[in-house]
């Protein structure tokens, strides 16, 4: 029981899994904002092309 108890004391000090931790989380919200901003910038470049090739149409 001794060696349980050991065991969970230095697992509570140690700081490996919350650092990795971290590091997952900071990973997931950078991966959402780089997404976020592909997906918008993706929607106003096609709404732009589409702008320019209807004027394009229209004056021909």
Do not use: W
Not at 32 to 52: E, H, Q
């Amino acid at each position: 029981m001794k060696s349980f108890a050991m065991k969970m004391k230095r697992f509570l000090k140690s700081e490996d899994g919350p650092t990795a931790v971290e590091y997952a989380v900071m990973l997931s919200l950078i991966i959402v904002v780089c997404l976020t901003a592909v997906t918008s910038l993706g929607k106003n470049a096609n709404s732009t092309f589409t702008n320019i090739a209807n004027q394009l149409g229209s004056a021909s």
